[in-house]
T-cell receptor, first 117, second 112 residues
Framework: GAVVSQHPSWVICKSGTSVKIECRSLDFQATTMFWYRQFPKQSLMLMATSNEGSKATYEQGVEKDKFLINHASLTLSTLTVTSAHPEDSSFYIC?????????????FGSGTRLTVV | AQTVTQSQPEMSVQEAETVTLSCTYDTSESDYYLFWYKQPPSRQMILVIRQEAYKQQNATENRFSVNFQKAAKSFSLKISDSQLGDAAMYFCAVYNFNKFYFGSGTKLNVKP
C-alpha cells in the first residue's frame, strides 16, 4: 500500500530558531499534500494545501510567512516553522495523494511532535 | 462551510460487543467522499473505511461497516466483535472541494 514517510518524528528546538519537517511519498506520486496541526485531544486542523510546482494555499488564520511550505517534487513536501516560539509546539501531520484518487482517502505520515523551548 | 459533527466525545464498549459511532455532516455538494479514520495512541492516522456518496450500498470492511443515510447526511460507523486493539480516537471526515473536513473525534474505550 501507499506509504508516506514523515521526518523527524519529534524535534525540540530553541525559541527563535527554525525547524523543517519533511513529508515524502515513498511509492507513489503525490500531486497534493495537506499539512495539519493537531492539539492534544483535538481534531486535525488543516493549515495548508500543497500542490506540486505551485504555491501552497493557506487556511485562514495561518501565517504563511511563519509556516513555509515547499512542494518541489511529486514525492516531497516540506514545512518549515520559522522563528519558532513555544506556542508553535504541537503535533504536525502531513497527508499525501492526488485529487484523482480522492476516494482512497489519502495517506498520512506518522506525524512530528514539535516542542519549542 | 463544510461541517462534520461527532456528538459522542467518548464511548465505551465491552470486548466482543458491538458499538456504533455517529457522524453527521453538512455539504451542498452531491459528489463527495466519506471516511472513518482511526488514531491510536501512536497518533498514526489509519483509514478504517470509506464511502462514495453516489453509492447507496453501505461499505463494509470485515468487522467495520457504515450506515450511510445521504438524505439525512448521516454516516455512522459500526464496529462488531470489538477488540482491545480497536481502542483509539475515531474521526469522521468528508472530502469535497479538494479538502478533508474532520469531525472532533470520538474516543473509544474497549473494556476487557
Amino acid at each position: 500500500g501507499a506509504v508516506v514517510s514523515q521526518h523527524p518524528s519529534w524535534v525540540i528546538c530553541k525559541s527563535g530558531t527554525s525547524v523543517k519537517i519533511e513529508c515524502r511519498s515513498l511509492d507513489f506520486q503525490a500531486t497534493t499534500m495537506f499539512w495539519y496541526r493537531q492539539f492534544p485531544k483535538q481534531s486535525l486542523m488543516l493549515m495548508a494545501t500543497s500542490n506540486e510546482g505551485s504555491k501552497a494555499t493557506y487556511e485562514q488564520g495561518v501565517e504563511k510567512d511563519k509556516f513555509l511550505i515547499n512542494h518541489a517534487s511529486l514525492t516531497l513536501s516540506t514545512l518549515t516553522v520559522t522563528s519558532a516560539h513555544p506556542e508553535d509546539s504541537s503535533f504536525y501531520i502531513c497527508s499525501a495523494g492526488s485529487p484523482t484518487d480522492r476516494g482512497s482517502g489519502y495517506t498520512f505520515g506518522s506525524g512530528t511532535r514539535l516542542t519549542v523551548v | 462551510a463544510q461541517t462534520v459533527t461527532q456528538s459522542q466525545p467518548e464511548m465505551s464498549v465491552q470486548e466482543a460487543e458491538t458499538v456504533t459511532l455517529s457522524c453527521t455532516y453538512d455539504t451542498s455538494e452531491s459528489d463527495y467522499y466519506l471516511f472513518w479514520y482511526k488514531q491510536p495512541p501512536s497518533r498514526q492516522m489509519i483509514l478504517v473505511i470509506r464511502q462514495e456518496a453516489y453509492k447507496q450500498q453501505n461499505a463494509t470492511e470485515n468487522r467495520f461497516s457504515v450506515n450511510f443515510q445521504k438524505a439525512a447526511k448521516s454516516f455512522s460507523l459500526k464496529i462488531s466483535d470489538s477488540q482491545l486493539g480497536d481502542a483509539a480516537m475515531y474521526f469522521c471526515a468528508v472530502y469535497n472541494f479538494n479538502k478533508f473536513y474532520f469531525g472532533s473525534g470520538t474516543k473509544l474505550n474497549v473494556k476487557p
